[in-house]
């Protein structure tokens, strides 16, 4: 068994039988991820769509790709093709393009919205409030082309275990605001997309229900 293998598998003992591993490939060569993907594992994440779109047509065509790093409005035809989950969707202007050019080709494309919980201002997403009006409006109701499984977020890089988990917490009472205001019928929205390889058991703690792990899987960068 190789190493990427048996850390999958390690990984996976680990989490509740609800939690999905995403594993992140980028910069990962496509023999790595064919070695992932050998061990059964069906599930890769990639940040940028022109790496993606490289590997994509080397690899298996039920490997289930999710885009999770900021994605360019002029990049999204690309992927909405073929893309199983786009997990950063980050303002209301992209998820208009991303239910346009989903329209064009006959595809409703799941989506998470990326919330804002970072103390850092490299990173992305709403903010509460700018997701309670998008779901409140009249426009995203007629968004028929896009399908939103839940919510994602990035937790602050720091060594400060108290205020990764007070972000996750806060990401999780969002998730659940959300479920019962604008979702609370709806079975397709039940994601909550938290942790990495550094802070991903404090995420599975707070409700965590995916996993996005990369340099735990196939090493470091």
């Known amino acids: 068994m190789t190493d990427i293998a048996r850390n999958i598998i390690t990984i996976r003992k680990q989490l509740p039988s609800g939690v999905k591993i995403v594993a992140v490939s980028k910069t990962k060569p496509v023999n790595d991820i064919l070695v992932a993907y050998s061990s059964g594992h069906r599930d890769f ?10 590997k994509k047509d080397q690899l298996p065509g039920d490997i289930e790709w999710h885009l999770i790093g900021h994605l360019q409005s002029n990049k999204v035809k690309y992927i909405v093709p073929f893309i199983s989950m786009i997990q950063s969707v980050d303002s209301f202007k992209l ?16 989506c998470l919205l990326q919330i804002y919980i970072a103390k850092e201002d490299t990173k992305f997403g709403f903010d509460f409030e700018e997701i309670d009006s998008m779901l409140a ?14 919510i994602m ?7 400060d275990t108290m205020l990764v ?13 959300l479920k019962e205001k604008y979702f609370p019928e709806n ?22 229900t995916m996993v996005r792990i990369g340099s735990l899987i196939f090493g470091g960068r």
């Open 45 to 54: 994440g990639e940040n940028r769509v022109q790496e993606l779109l490289s």
């Open 187 to 208: 079975i397709k929205f039940r994601e909550i997309s938290m942790g990495m390889s550094g802070d991903y058991e404090i995420a599975v703690e707070e409700g965590s």
């Open 153 to 159: 977020g990035m937790a602050s890089f720091t060594d």
């Open 95 to 110: 998820l208009k393009i991303i239910n346009n050019e989903a329209k064009k080709v006959n595809r409703v494309v799941s």
């Open 137 to 150: 409006s009249q426009e995203f109701r007629h968004l028929n082309n896009v399908r939103i499984c839940g």
């Open 165 to 177: 988990r007070s972000e996750f917490i806060s990401l999780r009472k969002c998730y659940y605001d």
